[in-house]
């Protein structure tokens, strides 16, 4: 009797780099700054969240929406356990200017087949860690009943 299911390692990656990919997005709707503050061990140092502008209903609904995933997408960063992987995470999906993944790479020193598994290995956590595991996907069993 397994404990845990296999998670489905393709499936899950694909659900995290899709959250990922729209931390910009959110950041833009959110009208955060496009860059986070960073501490020296690669966490996003939380910001005041705070408007006085009056918008309409819709544009606020919005905005409150943008800042909760830009806290939810955070927070799962943040408990990445390893501070390299979570360098890797923010320079290619939190960062104002969008490099390619060879620029990163070499400017923070990897071979490229190591940055790939860094970044898939985050991609798993980051999933386990984004609103209590909702981006996991598990394999199927032949017997499993659920």
């Given at each position: 009797m397994r404990l845990f299911k296999e998670i489905d390692k393709y499936f899950t990656k694909k659900n995290a780099?899709?959250?990922l990919e729209l931390y910009r997005r959110y950041?833009?709707?959110a009208g955060e700054e496009?860059?986070?503050?960073l501490t020296a061990t690669?966490?996003?140092e939380p910001k005041s969240s705070g408007f006085t502008n009056k918008t309409t209903e819709i544009q606020v609904t919005n905005?409150?929406?943008?800042?909760?995933?830009l806290e939810e997408i955070t927070k799962a960063i943040n408990r990445v356990i390893d501070p390299y992987i979570r360098q890797i995470l923010?320079?290619?999906y939190c960062k104002w200017h969008i490099k390619q993944d060879k620029a990163i790479y070499t400017d923070l020193g990897y071979s490229e087949s190591e940055f790939y598994r860094m970044l898939e290995r985050g991609a798993i956590e980051f999933a386990e860690n984004y609103r209590g595991g909702e981006l996991?996907?598990?394999r199927k069993f032949l017997g499993d009943i659920c």
């Open positions: 780099y899709e959250v950041a833009r709707m496009y860059t986070p503050k690669y966490s996003f905005r409150v929406a943008a800042c909760d995933e923010i320079e290619k996991l996907v598990f």
